[in-house]
C-alpha cells in the first residue's frame, strides 16, 4: 500500500486553510439551547443502537489474538495504534450496556496489554512496535510490527495510553485478570520516556523515525494533543517540565468565528479526542481562567460555530443545514479539481476538513464523527443532526456497525471515486468505517448518557497529576 495516511494532526500540515476573514462574525454570542435536553423515545432508541453497533465494530473487527484494532474495515488495512487506545475504551462501556460480560471484556483487555507490552521495542527500523515506550503509528495487523516506514507517533502512542489509563481504573475487582489488567497498564505507561521526545525543549515533537530521527514538527496551540501534555507531565518516571504547557497553550488563537468567541482549531476532531478521558467541566488552567471559560465550554462553541458556518453555507455546498454539518478529518471521494456549474471545486480522499478564524478546508464532505464525537459537549444539536442523517440517508451511510466514515452529497456527476460509492442523486458515501472516528462516537455518546469514562478517569492518579501540573485547578479537582 502506497497511500499510507497521515495521522489526522498531520494530514492537517502543508494544507493551506482558506482565509476565513469573511466568514467571522464580530457579534459573539454563546449558545442559547439547554445543554440536557429530553430526549424522546426515538433518539433514545437511536443512541441505544449506535452505541451498540459501534461497540460491535470493535468488538468483531479488533484482533482476538492480540488485540490489535484495524485502522478500517471492510478495506483491508493496518493497525491503528489509536484506534486499538479507542477500542479499550469501548469495552468497558460494553460492559455497562451489557453487550458483554465483565470477564469477556477483561480477558480482551488483558490480551491487548500484555500483547502490546511484550511486544519488541528497539531502535531498529524492522521487526519492532515501537521504541522508548512509544508505538509506530500504524501496526501490521498479523505481526504488530512497523507498518512499512510510518513514524513513531507521539499523539497516537497517548490515545492509546488514555485506553489503557482508562481499563486501569474501570477494571478494580480483586480477581488475577483484573489486576494483571491494572499491573500491564502502570507497565506501559510507566516506561514511555515523553523526555526523550523533547528534543528541542520545551514543546514534544509529533514523532521519530529510525531513518532519520525526529520529525521537526512539536505540539503547540490547541489541538488533539491535550491529552499527551496531561500524560507528559504527570508520568512519574519520565516526566516533561510544566514548561511544556505554557509553550502548548502560548500559540492558541483567540478569536470569533461565527458568533463564538472560542480557542480556534479548524477540524472538531482538535476539540473532541482529549475531552473522550478528561472531564473539563468546571476546571481551568491558566488561559481558560483568564478568558472565563473551559475547555469544554470552548468545545461547546466550536461545535456551534461550525453549525453556524453550515448553515450559512458560504462553498454553496448540498444539503448543509442545521442537521447536516461536521467538518473533520475523514475520508473524502477523489483527489481532483473540477468545474462544477460554473464553479471550481476541488475533492479529496482522506484529509482534515475544518472551518475556524485560522482557516477554512471543506469540499463538501461530511463525517458523522464530528456530532458523534460533540454529543456530549452540545446534545441539543448533535443528537438531532445524527438522528437526520442516519433518516435522510439511510442504509448508504448507517449499516452494520454504525455510522459509515463520511459522505459527500454534493460529489453527484458520474464521476467514479477513489473509494467508497456513488449513488444516483445522492451523491457519495464511504463504504468504510475508521476506529478513530468510531471510537469518539460510542465514548462521548457514553459519556453524555452516564459520564462513564469521565467519572472513571478523574479517579485516575496520573490524569490528576498531569492536570494539576499544567496549572488546572477548581471543579473536581478539588475534591
Same mark, same amino acid.
Given at each position: 500500500?502506497?497511500?499510507?495516511?497521515?495521522?489526522?494532526?498531520?494530514?492537517?500540515?502543508?494544507?493551506? #486553510?482558506?482565509?476565513?476573514?469573511?466568514?467571522?462574525?464580530?457579534?459573539?454570542?454563546?449558545?442559547?439551547?439547554?445543554?440536557?435536553? =429530553?430526549?424522546?423515545?426515538?433518539?433514545?432508541?437511536?443512541?441505544?443502537? !449506535?452505541?451498540?453497533?459501534?461497540?460491535?465494530?470493535?468488538?468483531?473487527?479488533?484482533?482476538?489474538?492480540?488485540? !490489535?484494532?484495524?485502522?478500517?474495515?471492510?478495506?483491508?488495512?493496518?493497525?491503528? /495504534?489509536?484506534?486499538?487506545? *479507542?477500542? !479499550?475504551?469501548?469495552?468497558?462501556?460494553?460492559?455497562?450496556?451489557?453487550?458483554?460480560?465483565?470477564?469477556?471484556?477483561?480477558?480482551?483487555?488483558?490480551?491487548?496489554?500484555?500483547?502490546?507490552?511484550?511486544?519488541?521495542? +528497539?531502535?531498529?527500523?524492522?521487526?519492532?512496535?515501537?521504541?522508548?515506550?512509544? #508505538?509506530?503509528?500504524?501496526?501490521?495487523?498479523?505481526?504488530?510490527?512497523?507498518?512499512?516506514?510510518?513514524?513513531?507517533?507521539?499523539?497516537?502512542?497517548?490515545?492509546?495510553?488514555?485506553?489503557?489509563?482508562?481499563?486501569?481504573?474501570?477494571?478494580?475487582?480483586?480477581?488475577?485478570?483484573?489486576?494483571?489488567?491494572?499491573?500491564?497498564?502502570?507497565?506501559?505507561?510507566?516506561?514511555?520516556?515523553?523526555?526523550?521526545?523533547?528534543?528541542?525543549?520545551? !514543546?514534544?515533537?509529533?514523532?521519530?523515525?529510525?531513518?532519520?530521527?525526529?520529525?521537526?514538527?512539536?505540539?503547540?496551540?490547541?489541538?488533539?494533543?491535550?491529552?499527551?501534555?496531561?500524560?507528559?507531565?504527570?508520568? @512519574?518516571?519520565?516526566?516533561?517540565?510544566?514548561?511544556?504547557?505554557?509553550?502548548?497553550?502560548?500559540?492558541?488563537?483567540?478569536?470569533?468565528?461565527?458568533? &463564538? =468567541?472560542?480557542?480556534?482549531?479548524?477540524?472538531?476532531?482538535?476539540?473532541?479526542?482529549?475531552?473522550?478521558?478528561?472531564? *473539563?467541566? +468546571? $476546571?481551568?488552567?491558566?488561559?481558560?481562567?483568564?478568558?472565563?471559560?473551559?475547555?469544554?465550554?470552548?468545545?461547546?462553541?466550536?461545535?456551534?460555530?461550525?453549525?453556524?458556518?453550515?448553515?450559512?453555507?458560504?462553498?454553496?455546498?448540498?444539503?448543509?443545514?442545521?442537521?447536516?454539518?461536521?467538518?473533520?478529518?475523514?475520508?473524502?471521494?477523489?483527489?481532483?479539481?473540477?468545474?462544477?456549474?460554473?464553479? &471550481?471545486?476541488?475533492?479529496?480522499?482522506?484529509?482534515?476538513?475544518?472551518?475556524?478564524?485560522?482557516?477554512?478546508?471543506?469540499?463538501?464532505? $461530511?463525517? @458523522?464523527?464530528?456530532?458523534?464525537?460533540?454529543?456530549?459537549?452540545?446534545?441539543?444539536?448533535?443528537?438531532?443532526?445524527? /438522528?437526520?442523517?442516519?433518516?435522510?440517508?439511510?442504509?448508504?451511510?448507517?449499516?452494520?456497525?454504525?455510522?459509515?466514515?463520511?459522505?459527500?452529497?454534493?460529489?453527484?456527476?458520474?464521476?467514479?471515486?477513489? &473509494?467508497?460509492?456513488?449513488?444516483?442523486?445522492?451523491?457519495?458515501?464511504?463504504?468504510?468505517?475508521?476506529? $478513530?472516528? =468510531?471510537?469518539? $462516537?460510542?465514548?462521548?455518546?457514553?459519556?453524555?448518557?452516564?459520564?462513564?469514562?469521565?467519572?472513571?478517569?478523574?479517579?485516575? @492518579?496520573?490524569?490528576?497529576?498531569?492536570?494539576?501540573?499544567?496549572?488546572?485547578?477548581?471543579?473536581?479537582?478539588?475534591?
Amino acid at each position: 500500500m502506497n497511500d499510507v495516511r497521515l495521522s489526522p494532526r498531520r494530514a492537517l500540515i502543508g494544507v493551506v #486553510f482558506l482565509l476565513a476573514a469573511c466568514a467571522t462574525n464580530s457579534t459573539v454570542t454563546g449558545p442559547t439551547l439547554p445543554s440536557s435536553p =429530553q430526549l424522546t423515545p426515538r433518539q433514545t432508541a437511536f443512541l441505544d443502537t !449506535l452505541e451498540q453497533r459501534t461497540f460491535v465494530w470493535f468488538w468483531d473487527r479488533s484482533d482476538a489474538r492480540t488485540g !490489535l484494532a484495524p485502522d478500517r474495515w471492510p478495506t483491508k488495512s493496518f493497525s491503528s /495504534v489509536a484506534a486499538v487506545g *479507542f477500542a !479499550l475504551t469501548a469495552y468497558p462501556i460494553g460492559v455497562e450496556r451489557q453487550y458483554v460480560t465483565r470477564s469477556a471484556a477483561a480477558e480482551r483487555v488483558l490480551t491487548t496489554l500484555r500483547f502490546m507490552y511484550n511486544a519488541p521495542q +528497539g531502535p531498529q527500523a524492522t521487526n519492532v512496535t515501537g521504541y522508548k515506550g512509544f #508505538f509506530y503509528h500504524f501496526l501490521d495487523m498479523q505481526t504488530g510490527y512497523r507498518f512499512e516506514q510510518v513514524e513513531l507517533s507521539t499523539i497516537d502512542t497517548s490515545l492509546l495510553m488514555a485506553g489503557v489509563l482508562f481499563c486501569q481504573s474501570y477494571f478494580t475487582g480483586a480477581d488475577p485478570t483484573e489486576g494483571a489488567i491494572r499491573a500491564y497498564a502502570d507497565s506501559l505507561y510507566l516506561r514511555v520516556d515523553w523526555q526523550w521526545a523533547r528534543p528541542k525543549p520545551p !514543546l514534544v515533537s509529533m514523532g521519530w523515525r529510525p531513518e532519520n530521527g525526529f520529525i521537526d514538527y512539536y505540539w503547540h496551540g490547541l489541538n488533539e494533543a491535550i491529552i499527551l501534555n496531561v500524560l507528559a507531565l504527570g508520568s @512519574p518516571t519520565h516526566p516533561v517540565d510544566p514548561d511544556a504547557w505554557t509553550a502548548y497553550t502560548s500559540t492558541y488563537l483567540w478569536a470569533p468565528f461565527y458568533g &463564538q =468567541q472560542q480557542v480556534n482549531f479548524p477540524p472538531l476532531f482538535g476539540h473532541q479526542y482529549s475531552h473522550v478521558w478528561i472531564d *473539563f467541566r +468546571g $476546571i481551568q488552567d491558566s488561559f481558560m481562567r483568564a478568558h472565563g471559560i473551559d475547555y469544554f465550554e470552548n468545545s461547546r462553541r466550536a461545535t456551534y460555530s461550525q453549525r453556524a458556518y453550515a448553515m450559512a453555507n458560504p462553498g454553496g455546498w448540498k444539503d448543509y443545514g442545521p442537521n447536516i454539518w461536521g467538518l473533520t478529518a475523514g475520508d473524502g471521494p477523489i483527489d481532483t479539481t473540477l468545474m462544477v456549474a460554473g464553479r &471550481q471545486r476541488t475533492f479529496q480522499t482522506y484529509t482534515a476538513r475544518g472551518a475556524a478564524a485560522d482557516g477554512i478546508h471543506d469540499d463538501g464532505t $461530511i463525517g @458523522p464523527t464530528a456530532a458523534g464525537g460533540s454529543v456530549a459537549f452540545t446534545p441539543e444539536i448533535a443528537i438531532p443532526a445524527l /438522528v437526520a442523517m442516519r433518516e435522510k440517508y439511510g442504509d448508504n451511510l448507517f449499516s452494520t456497525y454504525g455510522f459509515f466514515d463520511s459522505f459527500n452529497p454534493s460529489f453527484d456527476f458520474g464521476l467514479a471515486p477513489r &473509494q467508497g460509492k456513488t449513488v444516483p442523486g445522492g451523491g457519495w458515501f464511504d463504504t468504510d468505517y475508521l476506529g $478513530i472516528d =468510531q471510537g469518539p $462516537i460510542i465514548a462521548m455518546v457514553e459519556n453524555y448518557r452516564s459520564d462513564l469514562v469521565w467519572k472513571t478517569m478523574r479517579k485516575n @492518579p496520573y490524569i490528576i497529576a498531569g492536570l494539576k501540573k499544567a496549572g488546572f485547578t477548581g471543579g473536581w479537582l478539588e475534591h
